[in-house]
């Protein structure tokens, strides 16, 4: 059995044990990320090049992502004996592909998935239990407080963690709103709207917070901001979702 562990949130490591698992150059890297946010589906060769070099690929690099992955596999098993199948990258008979053959507690991002599946079946289970969604949705967000793969933002694979990790964020705040502990959430969602200013989703769930605390004056600060900010670089007003929020705090 396997002892490697594997993280992608962040940065791309990998860790045996204590010790952590040199990896090599930026773009080997990235070829095990790809392959991990497979969740542990074959990835195709061709899909692993089209991601890595979105325009212009050099003709040689199949052989190259070919090379990276037996460079992964020394290092994450050296103890193979050579030309043996690989445990942790294994190649997809009958096809030119790789998967990750590790657990679903071995990788963060799939341990993130695995906590998202759990709070949604928590969210729609019976009349809810805003605490034990509270409970899924903290050590979702706590797995992922750096973004994973940022260097290749443009994979599908890698937008839609993005977008898990707002629904989460979502779910986080409403679970805190209902147990009747908003300030629980205060602080991620303010650093998530500070860091999307012209994310609408982001400043109404602020304001929404805000609001469950009884603060009225910060909320209507942080509309105005979101107003000016998206009239100044978007030339837009605001949408539904801070309109909602704005007439909410007329309920404070």
Known sequence: MSAVRLELFGRVAAWDGPAEVPLGPARQRAVLGLIALG????????????????????????????????????????????????????????????????GDRDVDVWLFRHLVR?????????PGDPGRVLELCARALDLCRAPVLAELAHCPAVAGLDADRQLVLGWYAAAAIAAGTPGEALALVERDARDRPLDEGAQARLIGVLHALGQRAAGVAVYRRARVALRRELGVAPGDLLEDARLLLTRC
């Open 39 to 102: 969740g542990g589906r074959p990835v195709r060769v061709a899909e692993l090049v089209d991601t890595l070099w979105p325009a212009d690929p050099p003709r040689c690099a199949r052989n190259v992502v070919h090379t990276y992955v037996r460079r992964l596999r020394r290092a994450l098993e050296p103890d193979r004996v050579r030309w043996t199948p690989s445990a942790v990258l294994p190649s997809v008979p009958g096809t030119d592909a790789y998967a990750l053959g590790l």
């Open 118 to 126: 759990e709070a949604r079946a928590a969210r729609t289970a019976g």
